[in-house]
């Protein structure tokens, strides 16, 4: 059996951003790790991850000045949500969680998580993570997820949106596309994944896009700036369907680790005006994540 590899720590050393975000501004991408012994690792993961717990991130969130947060449950963890679900009971209803389900899952298994402050449920299509899921499965998920009102949360590589294009305008519920589309700043803003994610977001009323990831699109290092660009056009065109995150604490990053104080600080670089940092920070997440409710 090939040896489970072990991805990197997140910064421990987290900056005070100079900008604040306002009052319930949410991270909307973030996941937790562990602890281990408490919420075990899938055997069939295809990386370890260092433990990052709960009482980490709280700290984060403190020093970030973040107050909401959407967890998104990895794969490292398989289809036990319990991480998640604990962590949300936590939160004084300031958390929403995003599952991962499979087949196994009851329309009760999906009650029991949407009480628990779930609101959707993700599938990988990257490459390092597995790569394409079985997709009469994955239909059979969101068959049972559509009466809830849940979204469906997608993990793509850029070089592959082009030809999921079609399946995704017959989507039956919301979607999300994370990190960009992992599009790789180098390639500018005239390639074909990024006019194709442009297209779709402005046409699609059901797709909303992350703006998260800068680290991983980048051309260079720290601060990560070249990302910039790319989240301004996807803003200009359908703003009301943003979302912001960390993606603390990171996992798979190959080069440049960031520190979290760093991205929030692309915030104003990205949204310059406060009406848009309020609209994706805090009132798009509020409305797709029902918070409060």
Request: aromatic share 8%; proline share 10%.
């Amino acid at each position: 059996m090939a040896e489970i590899p072990t991805c990197k720590a997140p910064d421990p050393d987290t900056k005070t951003p100079k900008y604040r975000p306002p009052p319930n501004a949410c991270d909307a991408h973030c996941h937790l790790f562990g602890p281990g012994d408490v919420y075990p690792y899938a055997p069939n993961r295809s990386y370890t991850p260092p433990d990052a717990p709960l009482a980490t991130f709280k700290k984060l969130q403190q020093t970030l000045g973040l107050s909401r947060a959407v967890l998104v449950n990895a794969s490292c963890h398989g289809v036990d949500n319990t991480v998640i679900v604990d962590a949300i009971a936590q939160s004084n209803g300031q958390y929403r969680g995003v599952a991962n389900a499979d087949d196994s899952f009851t329309d009760a298994d999906f009650r029991t998580l949407h009480a628990a402050g779930f609101r959707g449920v993700r599938f990988n299509f990257v490459a390092h993570l597995g790569g394409v899921p079985d997709m009469d499965e994955m239909r059979r998920v969101l068959a049972r997820i559509a009466p809830l009102g849940w979204h469906l949360d997608l993990h793509f590589d850029a070089r592959d949106l082009p030809k999921y294009d079609a399946m995704l305008e017959h989507l039956p519920v919301p979607f999300i596309i994370d990190h960009m589309a992992r599009v790789p700043t180098k390639d500018g803003l005239e390639q074909e994944p990024f006019k194709v994610l442009l297209a779709l977001h402005q046409r699609n009323r059901k797709c909303w896009i992350k703006i998260s990831g800068s680290e991983r699109i980048a051309s260079e290092g720290p601060p990560f700036t070249s990302a910039v660009p790319f989240a301004r056009e996807l803003i200009k065109v359908g703003a009301d369907r943003i979302l912001w995150g960390t993606d603390w604490p990171h996992p798979n990053i190959a080069k440049h680790m960031p520190n979290d104080g760093d991205l929030v600080d692309l915030i104003p670089l990205m949204m310059p005006d406060a009406a848009t940092q309020q609209q994706i920070l805090v009132d798009n997440p509020h409305r797709l994540y029902q918070f409060g409710t």
